[in-house]
């Protein structure tokens, strides 16, 4: 039992000391001791083939040679190219050529086959063939001594075992520095990674060279996520700011008020009046609280709770009860909403939606407002149009903005919201897969245009 927690002791410290290698040295690790592997089959495979090599290429080469010069097609040489060749007579007597040293096979014949003679310090193999146009019998006998080609064979796979380990380390010490140079953009990402989270500079960047691969998409990524998270970052210090600045006002009128009623008031009358101004302000106050809270859990949503409902009749049934609240402002209500159109989705909050529109609609107006729902393949198309001031083209995006308004047509005298009901009229349609659009002009009005998928 011991000896085996020894044992994974000892495996888990190697492991350990493995990971916490450079990632450069492990991938030119692993793929050295790949080579290594590779090299080492060839040489093995090489020492036994050698052998076979040496005795099928001199077997080939003796029996062609002596063949030639037994038919006739060859000249006669005592020596050629490696042979030995020797005449004999049909008693086996040496007429021409000389026998190599250490050969000392008997003259007895055996035409047609190859046969090998060895002893302890040569390997020779002879091959015998009668002279076809000899009158007296005559043989020609082939000697091949291949102790030189597999001593050349040796040469060769020492040589082998020499310039391999060369090769293996040029390879290594060229991949290592290929792996370090095509993980330089790793390092610079994780130096900027951390220089980010120490200075909290989100403005910072990953500078690379022009590159189209894994490393430099990467790259590119990491770069998108700094934008975003410095475009979160800053309207996250404007959403603060903004919220800030709203509670400043109706706190500090709360404040005084409180502070002004403790030192100065002496009748009821004076302190109903200061209570009303403290309850008018602490509702405002109230409902920005709500708005916010609302926006946020919004914000944190990804899935809305969703059923299918008829859109027209929810639309017409709104447009009743606005009837009469845009009679007495004077203004003249238009609307075509056509029928059954049906979509899938949060009741609750497509109400909002048109509610929040409809009593912008209403507040800046001139004299109508114009209510549409039409339906074409699958999608519907709501639009509400008037025809106050608009809203100039460079302030269109802006619109969307939390605790945006527009100076000249939403003035603190007309307007007593704080500019968070489009930006979640905006978050509203984008959690249904729609679209909402702006169609706008200073003096000629505005239309906004929501597109939802159908049923």
């Not at 102790?147 to 090769?167: E, R």
């Not at 004077?330 to 009593?359: A, C, P, T």
């Not at 198309?381 to 945006?404: A, M």
């Amino acid at each position: 039992m011991l000896l085996k927690q020894l044992k994974k002791t000892k495996k888990h410290r190697i492991n350990k000391f493995i990971s916490n290698l450079p990632i450069t040295f492990q991938v030119t690790i692993w793929y050295m001791s790949f080579q290594f592997i590779i090299f080492s089959v060839l040489l093995i495979m090489a020492f036994f083939i050698t052998d076979s090599f040496a005795y099928d290429v001199s077997k080939q080469e003796l029996t062609n040679t002596i063949k030639k010069i037994a038919s006739g097609e060859g000249v006669f040489k005592t020596y050629d190219e490696s042979v030995y060749i020797l005449r004999y007579s049909s008693k086996g007597e040496l007429l021409e050529g000389q026998l190599p040293t250490l050969f000392t096979v008997d003259s007895i014949f055996n035409g047609g086959q190859v046969e090998n003679f060895i002893n302890d310090t040569a390997d020779f193999l002879y091959f015998d063939a009668r002279i076809s146009n000899s009158a007296n019998n005559e043989w020609i006998r082939g000697v091949y001594s291949i102790s030189g080609l597999k001593n050349k064979l040796s040469l060769l796979l020492v040589a082998l075992l020499i310039i391999c380990p060369m090769f293996l380390i040029i390879i290594a010490f060229g991949g290592y520095s290929l792996i370090k140079k095509a993980f330089k953009p790793v390092s610079q990402i994780s130096k900027t990674a951390y220089e980010i989270g120490k200075t909290n500079d989100l403005t910072r960047r990953i500078i690379l060279k022009d590159g189209e691969d894994e490393i430099h998409q990467m790259t590119n990524a990491f770069n998108s996520m700094l934008d975003s998270l410095y475009d979160s970052s800053k309207r996250e210090q404007q959403f603060t700011s903004d919220v800030s600045h709203e509670l400043r006002t109706p706190i500090s009128v709360i404040l005084a008020e409180s502070q002004y009623s403790e030192l100065h008031i002496e009748s009821l009358d004076e302190a109903k009046k200061s209570f009303e101004v403290i309850t008018r302000q602490a509702r405002r106050t109230t409902k920005l609280i709500n708005q916010l809270l609302e926006i946020s859990r919004m914000d944190q949503t990804i899935e809305l709770d969703k059923e299918n409902f008829d859109l027209s009749s929810i639309l017409l049934s709104i447009l009743q009860d606005y009837q009469t609240l845009a009679e007495t402002s004077s203004i003249k209500l238009v609307y075509n909403i056509e029928d059954n159109v049906s979509i899938v989705g949060n009741k609750m909050m497509i109400q909002r939606v048109f509610d929040n529109l409809f009593s912008n609609a209403l507040k800046f107006t001139d004299s109508y407002i114009t209510i549409q729902l039409k339906a074409e393949a699958d999608y519907c198309y709501l639009s509400i149009q008037d025809d106050g001031v608009g809203i100039s083209e460079i302030n269109q995006p802006k619109i969307w903005t939390r605790f945006y308004q527009e100076e000249t047509s939403r003035s603190k005298d007309s307007n007593n919201g704080f500019g968070l009901g489009l930006s979640m009229v905006k978050k509203i349609i984008e959690l249904h897969g729609g679209s909402i659009t702006l169609k706008s002009a200073p003096g000629k009005g505005s239309t906004f245009n929501i597109k939802l998928k159908k049923f």
